[in-house]
């Protein structure tokens, strides 16, 4: 039964009738890796190209409640604009912007990562925002890890996007890099409110590192 279930797919993909979904993702993707790289040239393709995938992903598990795509490079330093909204529908730019990292992932650049309790440090992988709160840093966002030993522990560690003094890009000028978290991918507190209700509610927040293990067993981006 079997071969002529795949007899009848491959006929059936070949007239056009069925359309090969994978195929169509990639043809996605790549458009939209065009259209939004115009429009933040400063962003690495490949690590877009990553960030994509991953929301991608995520829609198709049912997981994408919002057509908006944060894009977090860890590669670069905390001096530069490493943060990256996208309104992917609409293929626009929504935000370029400072975001911190963990206070045990490194000084300016960050190359420790974790998903335990306590670490202190950023984590890596695709999340889901979730709903928000106030706390003691005001406004704060909720975030759900999506991958299993990478980052599925934030909740709990209660990793949050939520604004801080030391992300304003005034300090960042006067130190020369932006202050650290715990853990929290935190940016400034004069953009918190908007950026968050912005990202809020189910949208995709990708953070990225080009660490080997994470890329080679991602079940978000890895091939």
């Given at each position: ?62 997981n ?29 730019l ?101 950026v ?14 080009p ?13």
């Amino acid at each position: 039964m079997q071969p002529l279930l795949n007899i009848i797919t491959a006929a059936l993909l070949s007239s056009g009738i069925m359309t090969d979904t994978a195929t169509v993702n990639n043809g996605n993707i790549n458009e939209e890796l065009q259209h939004l790289s115009q429009k933040a040239p400063a962003l690495n393709k490949n690590v877009l190209k990553l960030a994509l995938t991953a929301y991608h992903t995520a829609s198709e598990k049912g997981n994408v409640k919002k057509p908006v795509l944060t894009v977090i490079d860890y590669s670069l330093p905390s001096s530069k604009q490493r943060m990256w909204i996208f309104d992917v529908r609409k293929e626009k730019l929504l935000y370029n912007t400072y975001v911190a990292h963990g206070r045990n992932s490194g000084a300016d650049t960050p190359n420790h990562f974790s998903n335990a309790s306590n670490s202190k440090a950023t984590s890596l992988g695709t999340f889901i925002t979730k709903d928000t709160y106030f706390g003691s840093k005001g406004l704060s966002l909720n975030l759900q890890g999506m991958e299993h030993g990478f980052n599925d522990n934030a909740y709990n560690r209660r990793v949050v996007v939520h604004g801080a003094w030391y992300v304003e890009p005034e300090f960042i000028k006067s130190s020369g890099r932006a202050g650290r978290s715990w853990g929290c991918p935190s940016i400034a507190q004069t953009i918190a409110k908007p950026v968050i209700n912005t990202i809020k509610g189910g949208s995709v927040l990708f953070a990225y590192y080009p660490d080997h293990y994470y890329l080679s067993h991602s079940g978000y981006v890895a091939a």
